[in-house]
């Protein structure tokens, strides 16, 4: 391929400014991922400092730990045909 000196010039011109822009996105993504980081690292403190107040492991005030259908099954009988009943 034969490409003309002005035309070359162009095309190097070109490609360092895409170059130039790509390396700009890659420091904003950069940043924004830092920031959305200690954005999570403070929300896990947070939710940790919860639980530990509430001494419970459980975020929620009302909330149980154990299997959730044990209630089902002790009033059903425990049969799988009895949760299709009205």
Do not use: C, H, Y
Request: hydrophobic share 35%; aromatic share 2%; no cysteine.
């Amino acid at each position: 391929m034969n490409v003309s000196p002005s035309k070359a010039k162009r095309l190097e011109i070109l490609k360092a400014g895409k170059a130039k822009q790509l390396a700009q996105e890659t420091s904003d993504m950069e940043a924004k991922l830092g920031e959305l980081r200690r954005q999570m690292e403070q929300e896990r403190a947070r939710r940790e400092a919860l639980v530990g107040q509430t001494g419970t492991g459980s975020r929620w005030q009302s909330g149980a730990s154990g299997l959730l259908r044990t209630n089902f099954r002790k009033g059903r009988g425990g049969s799988a045909g009895a949760a299709m009943e009205p």
